[in-house]
């Protein structure tokens, strides 16, 4: 009796909790509404600016040579803006295919700091979601992930964010692959202007907190300096690293402070 009570309680709590029951598991239908919250509130907005930015690098694609299937494989199965970009220059430039690839992979170095500060929040999940969320976890993506935009230890809603963008990227990319003929030359370089128009209006509500803005801050002078001096592949790696080290760095300052206040207010007890 008292067993059966126990258990009904403890049903009960987690159900105010809004915690699943053994009775009650979560239904698919509930994590497809939560998928398509996500994709319009947060989706659509990137999606906006990656179509220009995806249809400027079909144009400049096709320009430099390369058929509409290898521009569209690239945006599939690379899915990487910058690099992207990097390789249509050196094809047009007549690198051949060894040297585009491992400048691409180096500057996607950075990928890998977005894998390891969400890692925490997937331990959870099966390795072929996690698969799946690393392959879409771009610059705009993680931006949104890291502001607590979208919980990122909530598959669906991570989910519905990072198909949402890469459907428009890859659509951008036709988009421009087609309209080649009919859109002039001129017209590609304004374009990708989106792109870092977007990850400014992505970046700047973040500002608000001590530690993004020392993050920011560090990392962005540290990416300027080197593009100065020819170095700008290094600079973006080096600015993600000692940007969110000067980051993490001031968070813990700020923890400290923090505590010690709160320390510093409470009674002393006379002993």
Known sequence: MNKALGLSYTRAMRARAGRPTEAQPVRPER??????????????????????????????????????????FFSVWVYAGASQFLVVGMVAAGVTWPGWVLAGAFMNLRHALFAFSVAPGWKSWSLGRRAVASFGLTDEAYAVIASGGVPSGSFPEVAGLEATAYLSWVGGTLLGAWGSVAFPPALARPLEFALPALFLALLVPALRERPAAVAAVVGGGVSLGAASVGQASWGIVLGGLLGATAGGLAATGSEERRASRVLEGEPRVER
């Not at 947060?42 to 509409?68: D, I, K, N």
């Open 31 to 72: 994590s497809t509404a939560r998928a398509l919250a996500a994709a319009r509130r947060f989706g659509l907005p990137v999606a906006l600016g990656y179509v220009p930015v995806a249809a400027a690098y079909g144009l400049l694609a096709r320009q430099s040579g390369l058929s509409t299937v290898e521009a569209l």
